[in-house]
């Protein structure tokens, strides 16, 4: 009786949930977001931005523990249910928020919401906030039915054993400092932009304990120093680490790892499919993480007083001061303060705050020229300034940094070119949704581009401050000091030192001593990329390699795309080639030709972008957006022109992603660079 047995399953999905928030009011002292090593998910796993983030999570737990209940003893399969049509009706009274559930203004909107809704009048959740991230293939987890309440954990083979740790992963493939190079011809703003746009179309949020606190999950037994995974919280995945071999760990068997909070996502039946993840930031490149991802945030980011169209500033242009400040990293110097922005992890590096100042400056620039031309009230010259700083963001990205990284064949095959394509470029049956495998894997590419720095170059462009970086993780104070009177400095440092070299290799500052605190805890970010895979059940590489049209390599010596050295490390860390985690595989092919990607990511980037571009009905060169005269006007702002006018910069090469050199890419006056006519805007 299915009646019978679906009250049964909603009973004791009900039931999970209150033990799972049980557990977190028990650990609430543990998670304590002062406690030693918390410090990572204190900023990365912000609070909830919204806060329906904790219901959702709630939610979906509720659903997966229902879920589980039924296939345990319904005996039917997952596609069996989910075609049962007295199950989906008992399932959408239990659950009813399971579709889209926004309707859109019947007249065509003109600008974007702040959380991307509507962009698709069709679809109006698709890329919106606070949303789940899209599949290209099927979660492969590591839990018997697989709906991913273990991480994918176990070898394909016919007797399956544990897969190899993150860590170990990451220590045998992933590092050689001896080797680790500099890219030749990258600057080190490629790696900044790169961080900075991802947090335009992905923020992925944790599970978070009582209160919004930081889920710990290493722990020091009492009578012992060495911290060990805590293994009775289904929250956590904690990285394995065997500090009697590891090279730099010595006093841990543990790097902390908080699971990603869970979300379902629903076609018209309503049952999930299985564990799915969460993005708070709205998908599109629509400048969500310097305008905020939600209407309320974005409210709270603008300064509606003085009619202008202005974004909120404090003394020195800087974004204005978080109400609740991170408090486990922030040190005690005068004038310290966190940066309020459309995003939580401003603060990681200083890097990224920089370009944040950067294109919030760009805004206000906007807003006044604006606002000198023209009598639009405030929410008028705000959504056009908003519009045309968006215009910015997209032709800096790929024009000028996609190209550099996927090479001249996959921009003409994915169709990524900008102004070149006619003005249909919008495409209403192009979903934009971020993909998970695009979060967790293929844009993280991007972190073998660190560098062990994050230094300035002075007003005369002769004297560098050297930071290391491990220094800098989580500290404002590099951004802030002085009225961020370091800002120029370190831009110009970003645009005149090399980024790294882009594969198989990372620095130290982020292997070994990624969010470095002063108990001397840190972290390994390869490895938690791995993990995060995991985490997410991202099937292995080489089922990327098919859906990519790529040969699916049965065996090591199928593996075309890798240098035979690659190839035998790959080997010598995973028992079969199926094995293979996507971002190990991926990371340690050869370039395409002209990028600094393999084929692999090259595809999944290309997905990615292309979606971006022809699934945003407000992509800058559509029709209806902006006329021929203002594409022109807006095309003059490359990065190093948005720089100069922000920056007090002096002189800069043109091409800003590339080291300036005096053959091709010279340093060139900042007014010799041209500026735009507003008056093509009024
Ligand atoms: C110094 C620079 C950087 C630092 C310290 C950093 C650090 C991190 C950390 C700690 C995470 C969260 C990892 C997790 O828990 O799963 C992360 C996520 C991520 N990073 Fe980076 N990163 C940096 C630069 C970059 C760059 C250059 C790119 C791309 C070009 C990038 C792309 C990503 C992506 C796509 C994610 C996933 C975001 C999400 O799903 O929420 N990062 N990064
Ligand atoms: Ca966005």
């Not at 980011?301 to 020195?316: F, Y």
Request: proline share 5%; glycine share 6%; hydrophobic share 35%.
């Amino acid at each position: 009786n299915i009646t019978a047995i679906f009250s049964e399953a909603r009973e004791f999905g009900k039931q999970q949930l209150k033990e799972q928030i049980q557990t977190r009011l028990d650990r609430a002292d543990d998670d304590k977001d002062e406690t030693e090593g918390s410090c990572r998910q204190a900023v990365y796993a912000m609070k909830p931005q919204t806060p329906s983030g904790q219901e959702d999570e709630y939610d979906a737990v509720e659903q997966l523990e229902t879920l589980r209940y039924l296939l345990e003893r319904s005996e039917k399969s997952l596609s069996a249910i989910r075609a049962d049509s007295e199950i989906n009706s008992l399932w959408s009274q239990a659950f009813p928020s399971c579709l889209c559930s926004v309707t859109c203004p019947s007249s065509e909107t003109q600008y974007r919401t702040a959380d991307g809704t509507c962009n698709n009048l069709a679809n109006p959740c698709w890329g919106k906030s606070s949303s789940p991230q899209a599949r290209l293939l099927p979660s492969k987890y590591g839990d018997d039915l697989g709906l991913g309440s273990a991480p994918r954990n176990a070898t394909s083979g016919q007797t399956p054993v544990e897969l190899p740790s993150a860590r170990r992963i990451s220590s045998a493939l992933f590092r050689d400092f001896s080797k680790k190079d500099e890219d030749t011809k990258l600057s080190f703003e490629v790696m900044s932009w790169g961080q900075f746009i991802d947090h335009d179309m992905v923020f992925t949020p944790v599970s978070k304990g009582a209160g919004g606190n930081s889920i710990a999950c290493c722990v020091a037994p009492v009578n012992s120093t060495i911290r060990a995974a805590v293994t009775d919280r289904v929250e956590c995945a904690a990285i394995a680490v065997d500090f009697t071999t590891d090279p730099h760990f010595n006093n841990t068997e543990c790097l902390d790892f908080v699971r990603s909070a869970p979300t379902t996502s629903t076609d018209s039946s309503c049952i999930p499919l299985g564990r799915e993840q969460m993005n708070l930031a709205t998908s599109f490149i629509d400048g969500s993480m310097v305008y905020g991802a939600t209407a309320a945030r974005q409210l709270s980011l603008r300064d509606t007083e003085k009619n202008k169209g202005l974004m909120l500033v404090s003394p020195g242009n800087l974004p204005p001061p978080l109400e609740t400040p991170v408090s486990c990293r922030l040190t005690s110097e005068e004038g310290n303060f966190c940066l309020k922005t459309g995003d939580g992890r401003t603060q990681v590096v200083p890097n990224l705050a920089n370009d944040h100042v950067l294109i919030l400056r760009l805004h206000n620039l906007f807003a006044n020229q604006l606002a000198q031309r023209t009598s639009w009230t405030d929410e008028k010259l705000f959504q056009e300034a908003r519009k045309m700083t968006i215009a910015v963001l997209q032709q800096i990205t790929y024009a000028e940094y996609l190209p550099l990284i996927l090479g001249p064949n996959l921009m003409n095959e994915y169709k990524l070119k900008v102004w070149e394509s006619s003005h249909n470029i919008y495409n209403s049956a192009i979903n934009p949704t971020v993909f998970n495998n695009f979060a967790v894997a293929a844009f993280r590419f991007g972190h073998s581009q660190i560098t062990d720095f994050q230094n300035n170059l002075n007003n005369y462009y002769n004297h560098t401050t050297v930071n290391k970086i491990e220094d800098t993780f989580l500290r404002p104070i590099f951004t802030v000091r002085n009225k961020g009177e370091d800002l120029d400095k370190h831009a110009r440092w970003k645009v005149t030192s090399h980024s790294g070299e882009a594969g198989r290799l990372f620095p130290k500052g982020v292997l070994d001593l990624l969010f470095l605190d002063s108990l001397g805890h840190s972290l390994d970010l390869p490895a938690i990329n791995i993990q995060r895979g995991r985490d997410h059940g991202i099937p292995p590489y080489v089922e990327f390699r098919g859906v990519c049209g790529l040969n699916v390599p049965a065996s090591f010596s199928d593996l075309t795309n890798h240098a035979s050295a690659n190839r035998a490390l790959l080997a010598s860390i995973y028992g079969d080639v199926a094995d293979i985690d996507l971002f190990a595989g991926a990371m340690t092919e050869e370039y395409v030709p002209g990028g600094k990607v393999g084929p692999t990511f090259g595809c999944l980037l290309g997905i990615q972008f292309q979606a971006l571009k022809h699934g945003d009905r407000f992509w800058f060169e559509s029709s209806n957006v902006f006329n021929t005269d203002q594409i022109i006007e807006l095309k003059k702002m490359t990065l190093s022109k948005v720089m100069c006018l922000n920056y007090n910069m002096c002189n800069l090469q043109l091409r800003a992603f590339e080291i300036p050199n005096f053959i091709n890419n010279r340093p060139t006056a900042c007014s010799n660079m041209p500026d735009m006519n507003y008056d093509v805007f009024k």
